[in-house]
């Protein structure tokens, strides 16, 4: 019985020079749109006001917001890692200062936040 790694792991020889220059291009817009994401995470990052203890009811709600905003940053930030076939991103988090908080929030930013938001 011999054991193969899974097909996934197999690097691909491509003898064709269409499919290679397709998926040169693909792995290029791929590191694009990589790099596109971790700058509006950074921005994202930056807008997040700093807490503090006498903060009133609204800059709580719009710190909870920024809050919110910048976990969907990093959820798209982690799935386009992942496609990139980046799949350990602690160091990354630790790396762009990340948070605890927002790395709770990862996903899309709650509808009732978004609702407040526009209310104003």
């Not at 910048?70 to 990139?84: D, F, K, M, Y």
């Amino acid at each position: 019985m011999t054991v193969r790694p899974p097909q996934a792991y197999r690097k691909q020889i491509t003898d064709d020079p269409v499919t290679a220059a397709l998926e040169q291009e693909v792995l290029a817009e791929k590191a694009g749109t990589l790099a596109r994401l971790n700058t509006k995470l950074e921005q994202a990052l930056a807008r997040i006001p700093d807490a503090t203890q006498n903060a009133g009811e609204d800059e709580q709600r719009k710190r909870a917001l920024r809050i919110a905003e910048a976990g969907e940053a990093l959820w798209h930030v982690t799935i386009q890692r992942e496609l990139c076939g980046f799949l350990r991103h602690k160091a990354f988090f630790d790396h762009m200062g990340v948070p605890a908080a927002v790395r709770l929030s990862a996903g899309p930013v709650p509808e009732h936040l978004k609702a407040r938001e526009k209310g104003k």
